[in-house]
Structure formats: C-alpha cells, structure tokens
C-alpha cells in the first residue's frame, strides 16, 4: 500500500499507553480501513491495541474497504493496481499476486474483489485488497448443470463476457453473499464455508440492465419494476416488486441503470431520443429517477443533488464533487463507460441532467489523463477497448 499515514518514532509508540492507543484504532477504523491498516504497520505495540481484521470474519463490514474504487488502468508491476477514494480523493496502489491466477469478475459495493482461479475457473473467492482477507465460496460447477460445466473452460471465449459479477455483494445479516450473473439472469446465494449456491434465475425481458446491491439488499429492473431479492428465513429466496415502473420503456432499445447516489437508491433510464447538439437526429437521452422504497414510487428529478453518475453497462455509481478539484467534472451530469454505443457512434461522453446537453469527446481510444477518463473506464466491461495502450502517466489529482 501506501506509506504509512502515521511516521511517529518507536519513542512515541511507547509513550502512548495502550487505552488512548485503543480509542484512536477505534476512531481510524470507523474513517476508514486503509487509514487503519497503516496504523496498525507503525509498531507491535498499536497491534497489540487494535483488533486484528485477520482475526475476524471476512464479512465484517468494519473492515471492508467500502468507498474505494479500484481504476483499471496498466502500472509497471502488473500485479499492482490503484484504488481511489471517492469521499476523500485519496489514491494508493496496492499489489494484488492473487491476480497472478485468478481473473477478476467484480468489485462489490464493500470493495471486496470477487475472483476465480483461473486453470478451473470453477473457485470463487472474496478479497479484501487492503486487509489481504481472503474467504472461500462454492464452486461455480454448483450453479451450473453438467451440460454447461465447458462454459467455465479456458476454451470458452465468452467467460469474459457471461460471467462478470457486477450486483454482487454482501448480504443484509452480513454472513451471506450474492453472486450475481446479470448476463446470464442468475442469483447465487452462499455463505463462507457452504459447499454449493443456491440458484435463482430471473427475468430480464430484453433489457439491459446494471443491477445494484443497495443497503445490502440485491436490486435489479424488468418491466414488472425496480425488483429487490427478498432472502426471508421461512422461504425460498425471490425477486419481489420494490417499486413498479411508470414510464414507456422499450426493451430492446433502453437501459436500465441503478445507481447509490450518496446513500439515496436511483434509477437512471437510458432511452432514445433527439440529440440537440451532436448533428445527429436521434440518440440516447437519460432521465433519471428517485426510487422511494416506502410508497414503492419512481419521482423523475432533473437532477443527481450535485453529484456526478458513472453509467456502465454492468456496474453504475455515484462520485461527490466537493473532494475533487474543481473543473475535473461537472455536476448533475451522467458520463458513459467507453463501452456504451453513445462514446463510439456520436462521440458522446456525457449528458446533463439540468439542461440536456451532451458533451462531446472525439478520442476513439480512452486516453486517461483526466479523472472523468479514469473513472469512465473503471466501468468498462466489454472487451472492446485495447487496454495495453492505456497508461495514466498523466494522473494529476490529489493522492496521485
């Protein structure tokens, strides 16, 4: 990781006394994990005062690194990769040799990265990168038939594409996981130590979807509405209605996109419709919406309260403008992932919500030497982008 955020003498270490040493973990800890994983690095005496991650359960949420971002983008040490803190601005790279034989299918709301060894591709794994806690999940062979245990095979071209596990994450009782297929309209559910998933599959009626887990529930929209996975203790788990859709959607055309606007559930509608400054007829246009959980309603608002949406095909999220030099991004606006048709066919970037204008890049390839790029690409899933030309040399925010 980074270095440590506390350079203090030994001389210090001792002076402090293990009560007051306590009370400052625990406030570090409640900040944010990689804060206290540098603590905890400064001398044997602040370890022996601060609870060991290692030493509890890999789903305990005190020590998940929820607000931070792993970026995608090629380092000198391939192993390594940058993760940026979207409430702080923060950036540390931390080296990851899991990646070495495991391929990444996601990265969970509470930071964890869902991997799977590579030669079986059948385990699946949860890391923490900061924490190096590593839990052990139920092969995939347990959610797929025999007929289709090849998919899972190195032969297999669409692994990458069938099996990214964007919605996935921790449960509400905090000892359960949701393994997530959106491509595939699959639901497992597992705790640690488990020898199988338990298997939902769902509809999708031709939409495209980003599903979400939100307040540690699974979210995801079919034309029956905004669905929640009910995991009650006397019942098989379902998808229930959270909140039914009132507006004309097009399933073959549209995109549905939900997204956790600074702790507020949304729902963005990516739809066609006239472009007013790209020269171009028609295009994609989004409308954005509030999901009201108790009335199960959908408000339109023209706006994301100041916030700016990174919108992806399987994975969408919200970033707080106020930690961020100013300039970097604009507010109220929802900017694409360089896999969305919008950046390759109308070389369009951006939408904002107040105004409905479009911002425009002509770049083919993203060349990430801004945040907005960093960020767009973090979300890319599609294999359409030639990731070797991509460097981020350029890298000029706070923490970089």
């Known amino acids: 990781m980074a270095p440590c955020c506390f350079p203090v003498s030994t001389r210090d270490c001792a002076e402090l006394g293990d009560g ?9 800890l409640a900040c944010d994990v990689a804060d206290y994983v540098c603590f ?6 602040w370890r022996r005062c601060s609870a060991d991650p290692r030493a509890h359960g890999g789903l305990d949420r005190r020590f998940h690194p929820r607000r931070w971002l792993m970026l995608r983008e090629e380092l000198a040490v391939p192993d390594r990769r940058s993760f940026l803190n979207t409430s702080t601005g923060d950036c540390v790279q931390v080296d990851i040799p899991e990646l070495r034989d495991h391929l990444l299918l996601a990265v969970t709301p509470e930071g964890l990265l869902v991997l799977v060894h590579k030669p079986q591709r059948a385990t699946v794994r949860l890391l923490n990168p900061l924490t190096r806690h590593l839990i052990e999940l139920p092969p995939l062979t347990t959610l797929l038939p025999p007929k289709d245990h090849g998919k899972l095979s190195e032969d297999n071209l669409y692994f990458d594409g069938e099996f990214k596990a964007w919605g996935s994450g921790v449960a509400t009782d905090d000892s359960m996981v949701v393994l997530c297929f959106s491509k595939l309209r699959m639901i497992g559910i597992a705790k640690p130590g488990h020898d199988s998933w338990n298997l939902l599959e769902y509809r999708g009626d031709g939409m495209t979807t980003a599903p979400l ?10 034309l029956s509405g905004v669905m929640v996975l009910d995991l009650g203790a ?54 954005a919406y509030r999901v009201d959980l108790d009335s199960g309603t959908l408000f339109p608002v023209d706006d994301l309260g100041g916030s700016a949406v990174f919108a992806g ?33 109308f070389k ?36 359409r982008i030639d990731s070797t030309s991509i460097h981020t040399s350029g890298l000029w925010w706070r923490g970089v």
């Not at 905890?40 to 005496?45: E, F, K, M, N, Y």
């Not at 887990?213 to 079919?222: D, E």
């Not at 004309?248 to 055309?253: A, C, E, G």
């Not at 970037?349 to 390839?365: H, K, M, P």
């Open 40 to 45: 905890r690095a400064v001398c044997r005496s």
């Open 234 to 287: 006397d019942q098989p788990p379902q998808l229930k209605v959270a909140a039914e859709l009132n507006m004309l959607i097009s399933p073959i055309s549209d995109s549905m996109h939900l997204v956790d606007n600074c702790g507020e559930l949304m729902l963005v509608h990516r739809r066609c419709g006239h472009l007013l400054n790209t020269g171009f007829k028609s295009g994609r246009l989004c409308d």
């Open 20 to 28: 007051p040493a306590g009370l400052i973990a625990d406030r570090v």
């Open 313 to 345: 095909f399987h994975c969408t999220f919200s970033v707080p403008l106020e930690v961020f030099p100013s300039g970097t991004m604009s507010a109220d606006t929802i900017y694409f992932s360089f896999d969305i048709r919008e950046t390759s066919i």
């Open 348 to 383: 369009a970037r951006a939408y904002n919500l107040r105004d409905g204008g479009i911002q425009l890049s002509w770049n083919l390839v993203p060349q990430p030497h801004t945040l907005v790029d960093c960020l767009s690409l973090s979300n890319t899933v599609e294999e």
């Open 213 to 222: 887990m939100f307040a540690s529930r699974f979210y995801c929209v079919n």
